[in-house]
């Protein structure tokens, strides 16, 4: 039994683990098959045997071959917001706790698939649904953060609106790197990302804003 209390390692479970993996494996393999044929093209039953799975194991993840990508549009959210639960304590603004963490080089196999991923869904409605979907639940997990820095409720008007305009400084900043004409020129995913922050810098910090915590 000590062996399952080990979850003090904050390390999950093998099962969870290897689950998460097989996400992935699926995700990548939908974003190769719909930037080679589009996406009306590949059918549910293509990502499946693309990835190793039965089509039954692929319906037991995901709702439909548009959310198969999920997991590649959440995994850098899920990393930060993870991140971001560690340094509650921090009374620095939310943007600059983001800004002070290491971001990703652009030549990383998970940044090229993001970028064309991103790049399809300018023209594919349920792709564009997804993304838009995980940053609606990143929002709200970016409230929580807020309120824990600020002793604000969550669901106080201004935490909500300054979680909302952070998290639409992110995604339009990672939109924007992603869907440069080219992206081995001009500023870095990272250099893009910070200025887009750095627009918000002042949003979730630890101190009260005007019409703070007695509204």
Known sequence: MAGRAGGATGRPPLTERRRAETRREIAEE?????????VAAVTAEDIAS????????????????????RPLLTTGLDLLTDRLRD??????????????????????????????LLRLCRDEPGLRAVWLEAHYDAEAAFAAMIA??????????????????????LRIGVED????????????????VTRALRMVEGLGSGGRRGGGAGR
């Open 148 to 169: 824990a820095r600020t002793g604000r409720p969550a669901g106080d008007l201004a935490v909500r609106v300054e979680a909302g305009v952070l998290n639409t400084a």
């Open 87 to 116: 340094s509650s304590g921090d009374h620095r603004s939310l943007a600059e706790a983001i800004l002070s963490l290491q971001q990703d080089d652009d030549a990383t196999p998970r940044l090229r698939a993001l970028g064309d």
């Open 177 to 192: 790197w992603a869907l440069r004409s080219d992206r081995s020129a001009g500023p870095s995913f990272a250099e893009t």
């Open 50 to 69: 693309a990835s190793g799975v039965s089509t039954r194991t692929l319906w037991r993840y995901f709702r439909s071959k548009e959310e198969c990508v």
């Open 30 to 38: 939908a974003v190769r098959l719909f930037a080679a044929k589009g």
